[in-house]
């Protein structure tokens, strides 16, 4: 029963890593199986740098065809589910073919991504960014490692916020002066005010 068992064991682990995960606000998202895990966020145009970290089965040799890592944007569909469309795919290769008989690990960065959808898990659609690591082997399947990460952007007020006037009325007769405070809209907080005013009639 375990030489089973060890048949379908992966012959390594892997274990993907970011560089500032320890100092990196943390986000809650739901994976596929209904659990919720804590996840590093980050923002459009960030690096996203870290490592990877191949561990093969002690006393086991690794054979592969290379290793790379993958940063992907994916879409997935409530009518398709499974089935993900990618938006963003960045590739960087880590190793050429070789062996691998310990433990590895291999910096890699992505610079300054353009991540301009935010994570969404909706009851329609879900949006995700992954790391996705792939061991390429001959004649068997490759060994494929994936690790969440949330994008959340967020605008920045301006430090000019000035005031917007607008006049309306008839000539010689009605006059009516609108003036907001802001140029930029705070929801309830903000005040609109209106000033009315009637010129004089000449000779009156």
């Known amino acids: 029963m375990n030489y089973i068992i060890g048949a379908f064991k992966p012959p390594c682990d892997i274990f993907v890593t970011f560089a500032d995960e320890r100092t990196r606000k943390q986000v809650q998202i739901k994976k596929d199986n209904g659990k919720t895990v804590m996840v590093p966020a980050f923002q459009t145009l960030e690096t996203i740098a870290g490592e990877v970290s191949i561990a093969p089965v002690p ?7 290379g290793v790379k890592i993958e940063l992907l944007g994916q879409i997935e569909l409530y009518f398709d589910r499974g089935n993900f469309y990618d938006f963003t795919s960045i590739v960087r290769e880590l190793d050429v073919p070789g062996e691998i008989y310990e433990r590895k690990t291999y910096p890699f960065e ?15 659609v879900r949006l995700r960014y992954i790391l996705k690591v792939t061991i390429g082997r001959n004649y068997v399947g490759s060994i494929v490692e994936s690790r969440d990460f949330c994008v959340r952007n967020y605008s920045l007020v301006p430090t000019i916020n000035n005031s917007i006037k607008m006049e309306v009325g008839i000539e010689d007769c009605l006059h009516i002066e609108f003036e907001y405070s802001k140029s930029k809209c705070h929801h309830r907080k903000d005040i609109f005010s209106s000033g009315q005013n009637k010129d004089k009639e000449h000779g009156a």
């Open 59 to 65: 006393g086991k040799r690794l054979e592969h065809t």
């Open 110 to 124: 992505f610079s300054t991504v353009e991540m301009p959808y935010e994570s969404y898990n909706g009851t329609n």
